[in-house]
């Protein structure tokens, strides 16, 4: 099997253009045995909390984008926030990841707050961030607020497809910017595209996979684009499954050690999507967490799944998957292993 780290981007290209060729079945072989040496079976799980469906961009693939009119907008209070997590932390989890648009309502001092109620109520939890671009300084305050994980996809790492799914006011240089930041002052990164967005190439996703050998993250999230009716890609054809089980396990051998969720998107596409991404390399789920009048309104793409179940339905049906597949899902935060032995070390 070729080496993946040592490939040009003509290579990387040709490689992802080929689905992998020759190559394929060992390196789906390949990428099993090394999320094996890293993780053993154990599949990490992290409560999914949607909190706010406001979002000042507008990304031209997002179904909560700015200018939808037909989403129907909400938030979360403080409150039904730490509802969320103590329902979360009773079915397990020791993960709670708070996702939203880009909503200015959510000040720094309002982020603070809620990170700091959540690690006060839950101290043997971790709280990730998902709620887009900020300045290095609102980084650091929540993360001396105790947040110490932080998702935000690059979504590509190619100055021109980037400006193709973004309006002009959104810049590629910041995007990165802020990934930057956020590994500088010591979050658990997580990066992550999209399979399949319109107008991707082969050599744009070589790109997304050089730049992520430079990054370096804790954690990537990839998933197949799926067309939202209400923005303008509306009329675009999703990206495959087969090509998100590719990257996911070309990611697996690039960055061996990384933590590489199951996603939503790919368990819409395909019902055993999930299963299949666990068997390409992947070792997190992310079950949803939010409650369930709200889950419908979150909307990023058509035919979202597990929109009408109870939280603890999907506990129980996300540990039941895994077990099929022939993993274990573990109960405890699981922190990326070297950040945890840096951190260790640091007494932080
Ligand atoms: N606002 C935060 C941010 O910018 O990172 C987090 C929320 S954003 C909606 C979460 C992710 O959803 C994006 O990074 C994007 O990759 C994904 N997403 C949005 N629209 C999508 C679509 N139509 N199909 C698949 N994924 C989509």
């Given amino acids: 099997m070729r080496d993946l780290a040592r490939m040009t981007r003509a290579e990387l290209a040709e490689f992802i253009r080929d689905g992998g060729g020759a190559d394929y079945a060992e390196l789906m072989r390949e990428a099993d045995r090394l999320r094996h040496l890293s993780y053993d079976n154990e599949v990490?799980?992290?409560?999914?909390?949607?909190f706010t469906n406001f979002c000042k961009n507008?990304?031209?693939y997002c179904g909560i984008r700015r200018s939808n009119p037909y989403a129907e907008?909400?938030?979360l209070t403080q409150r039904q926030i730490l509802e969320c997590c103590s329902l979360g932390w009773e079915l397990?989890?020791?993960?709670?990841?708070?996702?939203?648009?880009?909503d200015p309502y959510f000040t720094d001092e309002r982020i603070e707050r809620i990170v700091y109620s959540i690690r006060s109520t839950h101290p043997d939890c971790a709280?990730?961030?998902?709620?887009?671009?900020?300045?290095?300084?609102?980084?650091?305050?929540?993360?001396?607020a105790g947040a110490q994980r932080y998702l935000l996809r690059h979504e590509t790492a190619n100055d021109e497809h980037y400006h193709k799914l973004h309006p002009a006011a959104m810049s590629p240089e910041n995007r990165k910017r802020c990934l930057w930041d956020l590994r500088d002052i010591g979050y658990q990164v997580g990066a992550g595209f999209m399979v399949g967005s319109p107008f991707q190439t082969p050599e744009y996703l070589a790109d997304d996979l050089l730049f992520l050998q430079e990054l370096q993250p804790h954690m990537v999230g990839i998933g197949p684009f799926i067309p939202q009716k209400d923005t303008p890609f509306?009329?675009?054809?999703?990206?495959?499954v087969e090509q998100t089980l590719l990257l996911l396990a070309m990611l697996r051998m690039l960055l061996p050690t990384a933590l590489l969720p199951a996603t939503t998107a790919v368990g819409t596409l395909d019902p055993l999507g999930r299963e299949k991404a666990l068997k390409a390399g992947a070792n997190v789920v992310m079950p949803n967490l939010s409650p369930t009048d709200v889950r419908k309104k979150y909307l990023l793409y058509d035919n979202k799944i597990c929109t009408g179940d109870e939280a603890a339905e999907c506990r129980f049906c996300i540990q039941g998957r895994v077990e099929r597949a022939?993993?274990?899902?573990?109960?405890?935060?699981?922190d990326h292993k070297e950040w945890r032995m840096q951190h260790?070390?640091?007494?932080s």
Avoid: K, M
């Avoid at 022939?326 to 699981?334: C, D």
């Fill in 326 to 334: 022939g993993f274990r899902l573990t109960v405890s935060r699981g």
């Fill in 344 to 347: 260790d070390a640091i007494g």
């Fill in 44 to 50: 990490y799980t992290r409560g999914l909390i949607e």
């Fill in 127 to 144: 709280v990730t961030l998902s709620i887009g671009e900020r300045s290095r300084e609102s980084y650091q305050r929540f993360y001396n």
């Fill in 234 to 240: 509306g009329t675009f054809p999703s990206g495959t």
């Fill in 73 to 75: 907008r909400y938030r």
């Fill in 58 to 60: 507008d990304c031209l």
């Fill in 92 to 102: 397990g989890y020791r993960t709670f990841v708070l996702q939203g648009g880009e």
